[in-house]
Structure formats: C-alpha cells, structure tokens
C-alpha cells in the first residue's frame, strides 16, 4: 500500500512549531557549556578589562588622586567595555557555526529566528557577566568603596544592558565570514567605546562629538551602568539600550533567516 500523497504535510502539521519557538533550558544549557569550554575567550575576557582598569584606573595619578568615587567610575566603564568586548566575541562565535554549515541544518527543525537569537545573546551575555565579576573583583580589591546596593545595581545594569554587544556580536557574525569578524567587529567595538563615553567621560568630549556619543551603541549602556554612581539615571540611556539591541537583534534575525533559507 502506497502512503498518502499528504503524508509530509501531514507531518509537518502535526510537528508545528514547539512552545516559544523551540527556545528551552536543554538547548540554552548547552549554548553555554559550548561558551564557557572555549578557555582563550574566557580567560581573555576575565584578564582583559581587568589590565584596562589598572592602565586607566589605579596606574592613573589623576584618578587615583580623584579619590574611590573616580575609581569606580573607572571600573565600571571597564566592566562595561570588558562586558562590550566578551559579549561580542561569545556572539559573534556564530560565523564558525556558519562555515560548518550549522545555519543551513537549522532548516531541518521548527526552531524559530527569535528563540535561536534569544539562546545566543544570553549565552553570549555569560561572558560579560564574567567580565563584570573580574573587574569588580580587581576594583574592590583595589580600595573602591560602594555601597551593597551600588555594587548590585551596577553590576546589573552592565550586565543587563549588555544584551546591545551580543546582539551586534550575532549581527557580525552572520554579514562577515569567520576569518574577518572579529576583524571588522573589534575597531567598531573600539571607536565606539572611544566615541560613546567609556574611554572618556562625555562631559569631557568636544560639544559637537558629545552630541554624536549620545547616538553611538555604547552610550546608554555606560550611562546605565555608573548611574547608580552617579545618580544621572535618564529615560534617554533605557531608549537608547533598547533601540540598539532591536536593531542589532533583528538585523541578526533577519541574516539567520537568510542563511536558514539557502539551498
């Protein structure tokens, strides 16, 4: 007996599409066990912003002359870059995924372009946590003196915000090929650090290039993050965070979606 001539629409109706669009804990769990076995990006990312904090920071006559308020203005714009720089890298992982192929074998399942960006900007995000955690270490270690709620708030909101450098890290990844991402990705990453605030406070930036910063990627999140230092909490920092992570989160999607469909 011959099977229906339906049998594979059949099929694929009574798959459909899983709860959430097949994002789930086992999957997520995996993403990151693959993140944290990668031990140079780890240990790069837990030794770099740490050396920036000391460059910047407690080898800094001027900051440490500032007293512990300017170090921890330092530290946290550290963490932040440190968080910028290990988020995109764990994102931008993706480009080797594409190389093998990985991308082209997602069509074989119902996983959706929203639940698989979601599963990689969080494991990506575990490498800023990381980051964070290392150069908070150094800097209490180091005489910054924060309140509980100070060390909490920031530590969240870097590591929150963050979600904006994974999701440019997954942009980059899916535009540019493996060998050429970080390539690309890491003078982005410096240029806006340099122009969005981390580097050097915005206060101090030329009128003209103040008024760019405020439109750069790396802007809200640095404000964000030493708000809680610096009590300039503003709804301008939450829209641009928001803005950008959409931005760089659907351009990933829409670049997945490109290369799931690919013959």
């Given amino acids: 007996m011959t099977a229906p001539a339906n049998t594979s629409h059949n099929a694929d109706a009574v798959r459909g599409v899983p709860p959430m669009g097949g994002f789930n804990l086992t999957a997520l769990g995996l993403e990151l ?15 770099f912003p740490s050396v920036f904090f000391y460059l910047f920071g407690m080898n800094n006559p001027g ?110 990844g899916f535009l540019v090929p493996s060998e050429n991402v970080m390539q690309f990705a890491g003078p982005a990453m410096a240029i806006m650090a340099l122009f969005g605030g981390i580097f050097i406070p915005v206060d101090n930036l030329p009128e003209a290039v103040r008024t760019i910063a405020m439109f750069t990627p790396m802007y809200g999140v640095g404000q964000l993050a030493r708000a809680p230092l610096s009590g300039d909490f503003t709804m301008g920092a939450v829209a641009s965070v928001v803005v950008w992570a959409v931005i760089f989160g659907s351009g990933a999607m829409l670049l997945f979606r490109r290369d799931t469909q690919r013959v």
Avoid: D, H
């Fill in 63 to 172: 900051v440490r002359r500032g007293g512990s308020v300017v170090l921890a203005y330092v530290m946290i714009s550290m963490a932040v870059y440190g968080a910028m720089v290990g988020t995109t890298a764990g994102g931008a992982a993706v480009a080797v995924e594409r190389s093998l192929g990985w991308s082209r074998q997602l069509r074989l399942t119902p996983l959706t372009p929203v639940a698989y960006i979601s599963m990689k900007v969080l494991s990506a995000m575990t490498l800023g946590l990381v980051a964070i955690m290392s150069t908070f270490t150094i800097g209490a270690l180091a005489g910054v003196t924060l309140t509980p709620q100070q060390w909490a708030l920031c530590g969240l909101a870097a590591w929150g915000s963050s979600c904006v450098f994974a999701a440019f890290g997954l942009f980059m």
């Fill in 33 to 47: 066990r693959r993140v944290l076995r990668n031990r140079r990006t780890v240990i790069f990312t837990l030794l």
